[in-house]
């Protein structure tokens, strides 16, 4: 595998990224990685117009990862407040389990604290997806506690 190459997401990259982010999470060619949803939801996550509006968003960025000339991995962060939230993070699927989501995720986490200063990082996750849970809490995200009036709230690292 050539050199990994972080970046901002271009407009004219909406619909790789829409197909990316469909491959890795429902279909048959999402069960090559571990991050599929296929056995349970179905339908596209995503198209290239919903990604080029996120992309033109004020309070959005979409970061991606190139290997070559190739778009491997891309994660969605949101700017809310004190928080960045952090969503449609994925990895081809026949690249996932060789360390390039947490490559990706640290640098998310960077970007995230270098241009909007926040400290807090947020997401929301299927509960169902146990793998997947203890993935981001080998990262240091912790699951949203209940307060008092059972409302729940993110708490994140």
Not at 19 to 46: F, K, M, P
Not at 66 to 85: F, H, M, Q, R
Not at 112 to 128: D, E, N, P
Request: proline share 1%.
């Amino acid at each position: 595998m050539q050199a990994l190459f972080f970046r901002c997401a271009l407009i004219s990259e909406s619909a790789a990224i829409a197909a990316l982010v469909n491959a890795a999470y429902r279909g048959e060619s999402s069960r090559q990685g571990w991050t599929t949803e296929a056995d349970l939801l179905d339908g596209l996550r995503t198209t290239a117009k919903d990604v080029q509006q996120v992309i033109e968003s004020e309070h959005n960025v979409i970061l991606v990862c190139v290997s070559g000339d190739e778009l491997i991995a891309s994660v969605c962060l949101e700017k809310k407040a004190d928080a960045a939230y952090v969503g449609m993070f994925v990895v081809k699927p026949a690249m996932q389990g060789t360390g390039i989501g947490k490559q990706l995720l640290t640098y998310a986490e960077s970007y995230a604290a270098q241009y909007w200063s926040v400290s807090k990082f947020c997401m929301h996750v299927i509960t169902l997806r146990h793998e997947l849970i203890a993935f981001y809490e080998r990262r240091g995200y912790r699951v949203p506690v209940l307060s008092i009036s059972g409302e729940s709230r993110d708490v994140a690292a």
